[in-house]
T-cell receptor
């Protein structure tokens, strides 16, 4: 079956760097997604990794290791507006997304 | 503004009642999805449609039905609501299915008493 694990909650300081980890188990692999969801709002797309390595997009970067079933989202120069839940998701064998429960990131001044 | 519109935003419903959550998109996306989101759980797929005229069952389809008569609309119906269907429901669309970026509606908060 498929399984995705993320930490439930993390706390970081404004201006700092935080790494949010995601481990997954899938029968096949068709990429890994990260989404951001502010409280009371809809999820919005952040990144998609299908090859190993780091992909940088402004203050946010996403890393993938297919051999380890592992990904992380790296947020730099944290701002208060980065307080949100970060969702990791992978497609199943029917190409439908299986979602982790999300990591709630709390930013403190 | 292009995007996905869900209605109602919030609803309180008596158990046993029938309820339809509406979802309309104006991006001409082929694929549409209905998810429910519950505290401590990830988004769970209820039903999906890869193109107009077709639908498929997701992870938690029981108690729900959908239709896809045209590209833009994808309503979700609860035939006889039960308290366990209390949740936040998100409709989403994608121009080419998965893998592909999903665009979400703002959600419908449903409480079944």
């Amino acid at each position: 079956g498929q399984n995705i694990d993320q930490p439930t909650e993390m706390t970081a300081t404004e201006g700092a760097i935080v790494q949010i980890n995601c481990t997954y188990q899938t029968s096949g692999f068709n990429g890994l997604f990260w989404y951001q969801q502010h409280a009371g709002e809809a999820p919005t797309f952040l990144s998609y990794n299908v090859l190993d390595g780091l992909e940088e997009k402004g203050r946010f970067s996403s890393f993938l290791s297919r051999s380890k079933g592992y990904s992380y989202l790296l947020l730099k120069e944290l701002q208060m507006k980065d307080s949100a839940s970060y969702l990791c998701a992978v497609p199943d064998s029917n190409y439908q997304l299986i979602w982790g429960a999300g990591t709630k990131l709390i930013i403190k001044p | 503004i292009a995007g996905i519109t869900q209605a109602p935003t919030s609803q309180i419903l008596a158990a046993g009642r029938r309820m339809t959550l509406r979802c309309t998109q104006d991006m001409r996306h082929n694929a549409m999805y209905w998810y429910r989101q519950d505290l401590g759980l990830g988004l769970r797929l209820i039903h999906y449609s890869n193109t107009a005229g077709t639908t498929g069952k997701g992870e938690v389809p029981d108690g729900y039905s959908v239709s896809r008569a045209n590209t833009d609309d994808f309503p979700l119906t609860l035939a006889s609501a039960v308290p366990s269907q209390t949740s936040v429901y998100f409709c989403a669309s994608s121009d080419r299915g998965v893998p592909g970026e999903l665009f979400f509606g703002e959600g419908s908060r449903l409480t079944v008493l």
